[in-house]
């Protein structure tokens, strides 16, 4: 049978490696969480965000709310459409309360700006973004945080495009649990754009 690595080329961060700075990341967190009047709520970006997410709040000892939005734009492809839509809206009401958004990467920024447009129309009072990677070289869309809101990120990411832990190429690798790059001839002609 197949194995699910098939088709990577390298990997960029370890199991290991992964569990390391997300422990990092949480304890961080987690230091601001316990600060606040009342329980954040933690908002997960399906898909790609689920085992960040999962591993984050399991290390995370302070009270809050975990829900999920979806929000898509790349498709099958790997190139950011420029559109994100919320395809999946949250259950939790997050008038008035701190939102974290959880992400497995911030890329040209354009998702996360959606999400923090989309989350302020509900009225949150603040909003931080918490993500594993930031590719701050592919930045077209800046965003801006609210209120007490932070920035928390596990590894910045150099430009390639990289899948596991979370991350999909066509919604397949998502369960490697470490951060790979895919062979180059793993990839179809890209028609998303
Ligand atoms: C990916 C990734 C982030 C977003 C980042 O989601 O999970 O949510 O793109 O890219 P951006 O900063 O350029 O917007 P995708 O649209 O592939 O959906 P998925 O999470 O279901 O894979
Ligand atoms: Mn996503
Ligand atoms: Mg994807």
Redesign the pocket.
């Known amino acids: 049978g197949a194995d699910a690595d098939a088709g990577i080329d390298r990997v960029l961060w370890t199991e290991a490696d992964v569990a390391a700075r997300v422990t990092e990341v949480a304890a961080e967190l987690c230091a601001d969480l316990r600060g606040l009047r009342e329980p954040a709520v933690v908002v997960g970006?399906?898909?790609?965000?689920f085992l960040f997410l999962a591993d984050l709040v399991r290390r995370v000892d302070a009270p809050l709310a975990v829900d999920f939005v979806r929000?898509?734009?790349?498709g099958d492809g790997t190139e950011?459409s420029g559109r994100?839509r919320i395809t999946s809206d949250l259950k939790v009401d997050v008038a008035g309360k701190h939102v974290v958004v959880v992400?497995?990467?911030?890329?040209?920024?354009?998702?996360?700006s959606c999400l923090i447009a989309h989350l302020e129309k509900k009225g949150a009072s603040s909003i931080s973004v918490c993500t594993f990677l930031d590719k701050p070289a592919r930045r077209s869309a800046n965003f801006q945080l609210v209120g007490d809101g932070k920035f928390y990120r596990g590894f910045e990411c150099p430009d390639y495009f990289v899948v596991g832990y979370g991350?999909?190429y066509a919604e397949l690798y998502r369960n490697l649990p470490y951060v790979g790059v895919l062979k180059a001839e793993m990839y179809k002609k890209d028609t998303s754009n």
Request: proline share 4%; charged share 20%.
């Open positions: 970006v399906a898909t790609g965000a929000v898509e734009s790349y950011s994100p992400e497995d990467i911030v890329d040209t920024g354009n998702t996360v991350m999909d």
